[in-house]
């Protein structure tokens, strides 16, 4: 098996990171795929990243033929919408490894294109967005960390993208407890990248403040509590669960998503725990908390509580 041409679904932060890394393999076709206005607009302006401009190949749904590695970077919100993309881009032998957030996007993907197609894996890159692009330190950035599920851990699939990822310049490691890793991901960022977010405070207020350690700690015990519930045993990748190295002022993606008043992807962190808390019978007000919050945060940022100069009926404290 050998890759020779790779799309990829979303040239947001983490796509930018595999597009700079593949864009030197000049033996790799690489793509984005993108409708309508984004697709002229990828075209036109291509995509900057870290100071210098590149142009992948642009491509619609209706021209991803052959394709022998997806990978998808979307946000979560945007994932529903781009199934059918996904399954008009996988053909039979197809690889598709999704680098979205969260712990479900391997299984609401493989729903659609079968779980075969499914190569799970995870990134590791603390990438921001500025006027002319994207930026990351690369020399930081953990990377991609991929595997399959169950054995033969070392596959042709493993293999093949291996060959692709040596010939680039993209960070990764293979691991036999995927599973681990991607909760292990997950748990960062339920931990660190919510509880900053209502505060809008950097990354530091952890270190700095004994109340956001305790509210970290909260979350931290009821997604430890739901992982054991699926057999998640954290203890086999201890040595590699962190994050890469950030400094205290750091904003991570929430907090930039409300910066910046767009919707967040907390339906995919606390949402998804608050589900799998009922189904197991296991409470998460710690995470109901903070979804709710961040909910009332979104509207803010739509204006809902934008009193001043309106026709209002008065309100009275209880």
Known sequence: MEIKKVAI?????VGSYVIEGISGCMEIRLGVIAEGERNARLKSAGCTINGVTYHPEVWTSQETDNIDLLIVSLKYGALPTALDTIKQATRQNTIV???MNGVDSEEIIGAKIGMSHILPALIKVASHKEPDGYHFDRKSTIGIIFGEYKSPF???RVKAVCDLFEKSDISYRVTDYIREEIWS???LNVCNNLPQAILGAGVGCYRDSVHMKAISEGLRSEIEAIAAAKGIEFSK???SAKGSPVMP???YSTLQDLDAKRHTE???FSGVLMRMGKELGIPTPYNEYTYHMIKALEEKNDGLFDYKGKDETPTYSK
């Not at 679904?9 to 932060?13: S, V």
């Open 249 to 251: 002022s750091a904003r």
């Open 97 to 99: 490894m999704s680098l």
């Open 185 to 187: 991901k997950f748990r």
């Open 237 to 239: 990748i201890e040595s």
């Open 154 to 156: 070392q596959s042709e």
């Open 266 to 268: 907390i339906d995919m």
């Open 9 to 13: 679904l979303g040239a947001g932060a």
